[in-house]
Every structure is written in C-alpha cells, then in structure tokens.
C-alpha cells in the first residue's frame, strides 16, 4: 500500500509539475515536449518514460529507432561507418570523409564562464546536424566549480561535395564583440 502511494504522488507531482523526459528521440520529436507518464512498451513489456512513447530506451537503443515516432535514429549505413574525430588541432585543415559517415567535432570550453561554441557558418549542404550541439562538462576535482569540458558537433555525410564550417567561441548576449575563438573546417564528402 505505501508503494502504491508513492507512485502515486510521485505521478501527480511529475503530472502537475510538468517535468519534461529525456530519452532517445529524433530530430523532429527532440523539439516536442513530452510529459513525463508512464507507458508499456510492446515490444518488451518494460515501462516507457512517457505515455505517448512507442519504445523504453533499451529497445530505442537496440532498434536505432526514435522512442515517440520510431523513426530511424541514425540510418544503418551510418552506423556501419565509424566516427569521423576532429578536435581543435584540425582547426583549417581539409578533412576528407565517405558518404554516410559521421563527422563528430570536439571543442574545449567553459560553459560557467558564459562562452559557448555554435556553427555560425556553413557553406555547402553535403553535411546536415545530427541532433543538437552536446556539452560534457570535465569531472570537477572535489570543493570546486566552473571547471570546463567539452562541446561535441555531430554531422552526417550526407551526400558528395564540399561543406565549410564555421564555429565561434562567444558569449550570446555579446553582440558587439567579436567571438573570443574561431574554428573553421572543409570537409569534403565523396562517394
């Protein structure tokens, strides 16, 4: 009985306070807000992290599919092709990349300090985003804050040609000042 009035306000608290759910989601559901409620999966029967959704996350995992719309998360040629890594030190460079690959680029920064990496350029249309930008703060040594970590773009090699990207380091409220870093990056898609 105590359990049952557990879930219960915990159910209430979370319909009521409309929290939102992280999960496995595609492009299109990632800009949708789900309310977190509790649904069955049919595929294995274990509970889903909103009621709308199709899939738990083990099975969106397993499937490669969206838990809400079930489309393919990544496609499977995409998946079969390992990780293009590019971090700070390709800075100008020219990166050469198959069809279907994916393009992953690491950049340091601080998020606390009010700085952060976005693509403010992109010339060509061989690379689309996958998903949204990433922020993975570094472990903090204990008793301390404002410690950076690290932005992660990922694109996919869509088709052939040749996409020009540009990344700024920049406060957002900042407008009239230029960006405090730049990274600027030609990848060349081919078949």
Known sequence: MKLHRILFLALAGVLLGGM???????????????????????????????????????CSAKEGKCQACLKPLISPAVSAVPPVMVTESDAGKTITVTKNAQLEITLPGNITTGYSWKVTGQEGDSLKPVGHPQYLPSPAPAGRVGTGGQFVFKFNAAKPGTTKLTLAYARPWEKDTPPAKTFALTVAVQE
């Open 20 to 58: 939102t759910v992280r999960a496995e989601l595609c492009g299109d559901c990632q800009k949708k807000m789900f309310i977190m409620s509790m649904g069955k999966c049919p595929v294995c029967g274990a509970l889903t992290s909103s009621g709308s959704f199709k899939l738990c996350k083990a």
